[in-house]
Nanobody, 113 residues
Framework: VQLQASGGGLVQTGGSLRLSCKAS????????VAWYRQAPGKERELGAS???????FYADFVKGRFTISRDIARNTVYLEMNRLKPEDTAVYFC????????WGQGTLVTVSS
């Protein structure tokens, strides 16, 4: 299993970004894929996840602003981030767990005030 995250960048407060997590060796109809983030000096935290059956979970700090979705044909999971805040600045990682945990390489999101 390999996860390739992309789409990070620099955006102003209130702006939007879409992150992509391209998965290989993974069946998205079976496995849950999640987006975590880690801000400087803080622990990694779960932001959102999408299960094999398509059900989603959102942490309170992203509800109403972020949307997780997937394209089965492209084996890609997306995180649409809107109304970004400076506190959303972090490295964002995609993650899945099958027989073990797999992490993507991370993509940096910087929100300027």
């Amino acid at each position: 299993v390999q996860l390739q995250a992309s789409g990070g960048g620099l955006v102003q407060t209130g702006g939007s970004l879409r992150l992509s997590c391209k998965a290989s060796g993974l069946n998205p109809k079976i496995s849950t894929v999640a987006w975590y983030r880690q801000a400087p000096g803080k622990e990694r935290e779960l932001g959102a996840s999408i299960s094999g059956d398509g059900s989603t979970f959102y942490a309170d700090f992203v509800k109403g602003r972020f949307t997780i979705s997937r394209d089965i044909a492209r084996n890609t999971v997306y995180l649409e981030m809107n109304r970004l805040k400076p506190e959303d600045t972090a490295v964002y990682f995609c993650y899945t767990s099958t027989w073990r945990e797999f992490w993507g390489q991370g993509t940096l999101v910087t929100v300027s005030s």
